[in-house]
């Protein structure tokens, strides 16, 4: 797999197949960078079920001063730091290991940028931006891209979030949401 966008276009990030990784695809990949990374000069970046940490690295590669990559499986976690390192964005970046849910109560930054990515099909979208309007780790313009199977419905609005954008790229879904701003 390879960084797509900013200034690292090109450089590869290796990963090592297994039957729980699921990288987000090049095209799904590109289609948020597209939208989002020219917005992402000094912002800081919480990317959640990292997997093999692409998106908050191709955050990093355009420009985002901050990331934060939550991950369970240690070994994952570990080959993110470890690419992270030869990628030089170590530095930049801070490293989670644990439960998606049970972290996000503990973080304490305020994020531009919340990618979440989990495995497809248990309900996570839902649950993910419970704990995320519940943990207040956002501002009124931050984002949050998650990415669902393309036959799962999450509701148009969860928590303090509601949809401005879904587009379908293969197998896989791409919803953007953003705060519910009150009147």
């Not at 979440?116 to 993910?128: A, F, L, M, Q």
């Not at 990415?147 to 791409?174: L, M, Q, W």
Request: with cysteine.
């Amino acid at each position: 797999m390879k960084i797509l966008t900013g200034q690292l276009r090109g450089r590869v990030i290796p990963i090592r197949p297994g039957a729980h990784l699921r990288p987000t695809a090049d095209k799904a990949r590109k289609a948020i960078c597209d939208m989002l990374c020219g917005g992402m000069e000094g912002k800081n970046v919480l990317d959640l079920f990292s997997g093999t940490g692409a998106l908050g690295m191709e955050a990093l590669s355009n420009g985002a001063e901050k990331a934060t990559f939550v991950e369970a499986d240690k070994n994952a976690l570990r080959r993110i730091g470890d690419n992270l390192k030869k990628l030089g964005l170590f530095e930049r970046s801070r490293l989670i290991a644990g439960d998606v849910l049970k972290t996000i109560p503990h973080l304490e930054d305020y994020y531009d940028f919340i990618f979440s990515d989990p495995p497809y099909e248990r309900g996570w979208t839902e649950k993910t931006l419970a704990a995320l309007s519940a943990a207040r780790i956002w501002h009124e313009d931050t984002l949050v891209v998650a990415e669902c199977h393309e036959k799962e419905k999450p509701p148009d609005r969860a928590g303090n979030f509601k949809i401005v954008k879904t587009k379908v790229y293969g197998d896989s879904k791409v919803i953007i949401y953003q705060p519910v701003h009150s009147s």
